[in-house]
């Protein structure tokens, strides 16, 4: 089974740029996830979506960040402008729902963004 | 609000030393925790997960139980070895939502 991908692994950009993150959660996996995680903490939600539907922003920055999960698969995250304390590892991670499994989420690889 | 605080790191052991890294939990609810591994260059891995009051989780030589008098679980392994150094995070669930705390960074010298 193949897992949660995501590309780029690495992005360098500098402030005030645009950037756009995209994810291909597992096959068959209702909800999908982003999460920050900045250099020596742990990964911190900022979105959920069940199929094509928010769940939960409360943690997104909405003045500068933005996600999209169209068709309910894959999945765009996008920062503009960037900031500086936007460097870090932004990971993607998908689940099953309704099923003895529900609560295992499975992770991407992550892309790490350094904003100069 | 949820919140995890784990052991401080980060932790350096021989091969073959006993492990333990701590990990408490404040909570509303009854979450199911976790620990997720994340190996270098690689994306964070489930090791071992507990539901409910009392339940060990275990994997790889791991285990966690879930004490929900200390709202603690803990991860221990008896005899560590290079291939266990990674960062080690442990977390709860609530409404599937993952609350992580901070990581600990694991080292092991053969």
């Known amino acids: 089974e193949a897992g949660v991908a995501q590309s780029p692994r690495y992005k360098i950009i500098e402030k005030r740029q645009s950037v756009a993150f995209w994810c291909n959660p597992i096959s068959g996996h209702a909800t999908l996830y982003w999460y920050q995680q900045i250099l020596g903490q742990g990964p911190k939600l900022l979105i959920q979506f069940q199929n094509n539907g928010v769940v939960d922003d409360s943690q997104l920055p909405k003045d500068r960040f933005s996600a999209e999960r169209l068709k309910g698969v894959d999945s765009t995250l996008k920062i503009q402008p960037a900031k500086l304390e936007d460097s870090a590892v932004y990971l993607c991670a998908s689940s099953l729902v309704g099923t003895s499994r529900n609560n295992e989420q499975f992770f991407g690889p992550g892309t790490r963004l350094t904003v100069l | ?110």
């Open chain 2, 1 to 110: 609000g949820d919140s995890v605080t784990q052991m401080e790191g980060p932790v350096t052991l021989s091969e073959e030393a006993f492990l333990t890294i701590n990990c408490t939990y404040t909570a509303t609810g009854y979450p199911s925790l976790f620990w997720y591994v994340q190996y270098p260059g690689e994306g964070l891995q489930l090791l071992l997960k507990a539901t409910k009051a009392d339940d060990k989780g275990s994997n790889k030589g791991f285990e966690a139980t879930y004490r929900k008098e200390t709202t603690s679980f803990h991860l221990e392994k008896g005899s560590v070895q290079v291939s266990d150094s990674a960062v080690y995070f442990c977390a709860l669930l609530m409404s599937q939502k993952l609350v992580f705390g901070q990581g600990t960074r694991l080292t092991i010298n053969p």
